[in-house]
């Protein structure tokens, strides 16, 4: 309980600390709204729209887990097409490298005229899209890089494929996939707020840091980039309890 307690105060003495220093700043500089709003302008903001910010926060979320789901699925089952076929193997890996490198800020309006712009499906596909190499690349490394003895073993009592696979490979992936999905949660909640600047639906995040900012809010511009910051958290300590609960003994190796 002792090192629980150590492991926590120090980011949030660091947090407040900061907070103090940002909101002496304003106040000691005279900083405009537009330039820099203080703390307690965000926070007044944040509690006077709580309702508000919460609905917005919740769709933001939903079309990031819908596009966390979505990328994880084809990350996981590519990868295992990847480690089983040869040939597939040398084409994934370039078009997964391939499609990590699109600029999801120019896709964004073209996958918006490709479908209707109410829909939220042009979202969830940029969010799917970020999310599969990632997934991709760690759950692949977790197939193909088992120790050879372990391989040999499972040789000498002539397990077949599926059954290597079942018993030893998909074990060891385990750790290597939430390696992947740690980085990639967080990245879902930032993708899915980016694709909401460019149309379609103004339920989200991202379209209402943009109004507001463009109405001069800037106190709720702000709020509404801690409800995305709250998200993102969110989604990082859910994959985290998430870990501790299916692989207790990558956390049980960590610790020793």
Do not use: H
Not at 40 to 56: A, H, K, R, V
Not at 67 to 90: D, E, P, S, W
Not at 173 to 195: E, M, Q, W
């Amino acid at each position: 309980m002792k090192s629980k307690v150590n492991a926590i105060w120090p980011p949030i003495l660091l947090a407040a600390l900061f907070l103090l220093a940002w909101q002496a700043l304003v106040v000691i500089q005279d900083l405009k709204p537009y330039l820099l709003p203080a703390p307690s302008l965000i926070f007044t903001t944040f509690i006077t729209n709580l309702s508000l910010m919460l609905e917005t926060g919740l769709y933001t979320a939903t079309t990031a887990v819908l596009g966390l789901l979505l990328g994880t699925v084809l990350g996981i089952v590519l990868a295992m097409v990847a480690q089983r076929f040869f040939v597939f193997r040398n084409l994934m890996i370039p078009v997964a490298a391939g499609i990590a490198a699109v600029p999801i800020v120019a896709l964004t309006p073209i996958l918006n005229n490709m479908f209707d712009i109410t829909s939220r499906t042009p979202r969830v596909l940029i969010t799917a899209i970020v999310v599969f190499f990632p997934i991709f690349v760690n759950v692949y490394r977790g197939l193909t890089e088992v120790p050879n003895v372990q391989l040999e073993l499972m040789r000498s009592l002539s397990a077949t494929p599926r059954t290597v696979t079942r018993v030893l490979r998909i074990p060891n992936a385990l750790p290597f996939f939430f390696t992947g999905l740690k980085v990639a949660a967080p990245l879902a909640v930032i993708a899915a707020l980016v694709a909401e600047y460019f149309g379609g639906p103004q339920e989200g995040l991202g379209s209402k840091i943009a109004s507001s900012a463009a109405n001069t809010a800037y106190g709720r511009a702000w709020a509404y980039v801690v409800v995305a910051i709250i998200v993102g958290l969110a989604f990082y300590l859910i994959t985290l309890l998430l870990e501790r609960v299916t692989t207790p003994w990558a956390g049980r190796s960590r610790s020793a």
